[in-house]
């Protein structure tokens, strides 16, 4: 086994394995930059390094900079967590230069599986159902032809894309040369690669994701579904397991899909096959995602299995610790990504200081978090902070249980999408699981602050005011300890002075 593992990340995810390899006895080296001086997976680590300002190219994406402080402090291997250099094959290869085990897939899967033309023709030989379309590089001419005979409307993807860019949408033939030169042309500055493909659009659809992992013996094990539709801009904010859209059959199925697409690839270490899901319960291979994902403790709740303790032992080359049989996923698990953005305000960015903090715990609820009170949040970054994840025996107790895991919330100083994710856990719809990966955009409107519909005209004024009410920077919470500063703000209760008709246990804030 390994006895000393680099983390190149940061954030709640560099905690997180932080956390496994400290349970696995391991020590742990951290990378950082300027503005990360004082975050909390600095002061984790048993050492770590600063390596360049706050800019992502000139620290966490720096693969000389990384490489240089695995070799100076002698860590045997490289965990990359997810985003910057945990789907970069050139990475896995310069870690393998150094003699430095990459704690994720083989350098070939991931540029197999990172071209979405290859994974499609490598995963559908292999018996997996995909989108109609082509698994081929496509001109404009191509696409139209194609187009014609599958039908519109069709999207043109980047083959070198993921996540959303480099896609078009194209519902007739008109538009066909503009969505190819474009998407083309937004791939090649975004992956330095422009080769498209077509499939036909399918709408309106779920976004279903396979966990899997694989050792190096070739065993190879799916561990439940992730309902992943709750998303805004390609950017997730929910997910659950299980689906409410899968039934044992259909789970059995896309279980052995994904299974059929890591063997295929011949797939090590964790990673999330991702498929669409339509009304009639028809699956689509989409892609596979080449690392440990940011919802994976959805299915931690719901397996009792550490996935990144796992990443570890299989990358030291030991053999899973269980086989496909010993699965069992129990109860419901939801997660409610904590982000720095003002769900009142397009959820922009809301960057600064932290001055206090207090988050949720007690049974069912799990935080994994980088906030703290005092933390700066810097600008370079994604805006996540923090993960609330909750699991309960169903769907519902699971749901009641979020809802009062994020009242326990206290954020000061910054905004986050508490509100969001609490308006969103009350709505008729997503209570009723009838939701698709167009829901919040087309379906969601988030209500004023003062639980107002935003676009009823009569309530401008209110929602006004309740504007300005919360732009003022709230009062600093930060207790003295004595209980002073309670008693200052007017909220010390006694018999005597009990407000009338007010129960002790009715909010009063
Ligand atoms: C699709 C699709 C409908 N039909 N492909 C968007 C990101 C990329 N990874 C795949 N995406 C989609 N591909 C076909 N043939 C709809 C989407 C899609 C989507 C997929 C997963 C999660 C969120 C999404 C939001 C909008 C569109």
Redesign the pocket.
Known sequence: MFKKILIANRGEIALRVMRACRELGIATVAVYSDVDRNALHVRYADEAYLIGPGPPLESYLSIPKVIKVAKAAKADAIHPGYGFLSENASFADACKKARKVFIGPPAKAMRLLGDKISAKRCVGAAGVPL?P?TDEEVDAEAAARIAGEIGYPV?I?AAA????KG?RLVSDPDQMNDAVRGAASEATAAFGHGGLFV?????P?R?VEVQVIADRHGNAVALGERE??I?RR?QKLVEESPSVAVDDDLRQRMLAAAVAAAKASNYENAGTV?F?LDSDKNFYF??VNTRLQVEHPVTELCTGIDLVAEQIRVAAGERLSFTQEDIRPTGHAIECRISAEDPYNSFMPSLGHVDWVEEPSGPGVRVDSSLFSGAEIPYHYDPMLAKLICWGPDRSAAIQRMVRALREYVVVGIQTNVPFHLQLLADERFLRGEFH??FLEAEFSMASPDGQPEEQAALLVAAVLAHQKRRRPPAVAAPAGDGSAWKAAGRERTLENRPPRRGWHQRTG
């Open positions: 989108v379309g999207l993807k894309g993921g996540g959303g896609i499939e036909k659009y399918l709408s659809v976004h992943c539709s998303q390609h991702e669409l989409l892609e990966t167009g």
